[in-house]
């Protein structure tokens, strides 16, 4: 199937550090998704990216989805505690049956 | 408004035996999902349903059969469980936007999940 490469996996940073990660893939997508996973709950939508180049702010997150529609980035600025958990990208590539394809996700740990 | 609602949160199976999945929402979306997440290999789809009465398999569907008999619910069910089944799942719906043309915008939103072990 599909495949998104996700990295880092994981991160270990001090409180009011800078975070960024990404996702690159082999394919081209219409759509890229940043979601965010508390520990025992379900992933929440974050980011939402529909246009190449295009980027998009939400609070001290920042998401981009790339000029060549293969990869994306998310930042997250000045780190609070609360920003613990696993960050999912996820791209649409079959537009009919509205089906993502997640990467492997980003354990962000921070130290206070 | 709830949401995405799945029970049970946890359950303990044997070898062999079934059990059904449940999954509501009350955001009257039209797109329903299955994934399964396992350590390390972030979310898989297992079977989506696109209305009311309609289902089609997903990325890991061996295993699993679903149901969408009602348009807010979604069932997924295991016939004959196997401890590779041992997981968490997670349900998500999305909604179809007017005018939207071919391309229409997916996102999803998810279920707090079902914790899964088969022994």
């Known amino acids: 199937g599909q495949q998104l490469n996700q990295s880092p996996q994981s991160m270990f940073i001090q409180e009011g550090e800078d975070v960024s990660m990404n996702c690159t893939s082999s394919?081209?997508?219409?759509?890229w998704l940043w979601y965010k996973q508390d520990p025992g709950e379900g992933p929440v939508l974050l980011i939402a990216?529909?246009?190449?180049?295009e980027l998009t702010s939400n609070g001290r997150l920042t998401a981009q989805f790339g000029i060549t529609r293969k990869d994306s980035f998310l930042n997250i600025s000045a780190s609070i505690p609360s920003d613990v958990g696993i960050y999912f990208c996820?791209?649409?590539?079959?537009?009919?049956?509205?089906?993502?394809?997640f990467g492997q996700g980003t354990r962000l740990t921070i130290n206070p | 408004n709830a949401g995405v609602t799945q029970t049970p949160k946890f359950r303990v199976l044997k070898t062999g035996q079934s059990m059904t999945l449940l999954c509501a929402q009350d955001?009257?979306?039209?797109?329903m999902y299955w994934y399964r997440q396992d350590p390390g290999m972030g979310l898989r789809l297992i079977h989506y349903?696109?209305?009311?009465?309609?289902?089609a398999k997903g990325e890991v569907p061996d295993g699993y059969n679903v149901s969408r008999l009602k348009k807010q619910n979604f069932l997924l069910g295991l016939e004959s469980a196997a401890p590779s089944q041992t997981s968490v799942y997670f349900c998500?719906?999305?909604?179809?936007?007017?005018?939207?043309?071919?391309?229409?915008?997916?996102?999803?939103?998810f279920g707090p999940g079902t914790r899964l072990t088969v022994l």
């Open positions: 998500a719906s999305s909604y179809l936007p007017a005018g939207q043309g071919v391309f229409r915008r997916n996102e999803q939103f």
């Open positions: 394919s081209i997508f219409n759509t």
């Open positions: 990216l529909y246009k190449a180049g």
């Open positions: 996820a791209g649409q590539l079959d537009q009919g049956a509205q089906k993502l394809v």
């Open positions: 955001m009257n979306h039209e797109y």
């Open positions: 349903s696109v209305g009311e009465g309609t289902t």
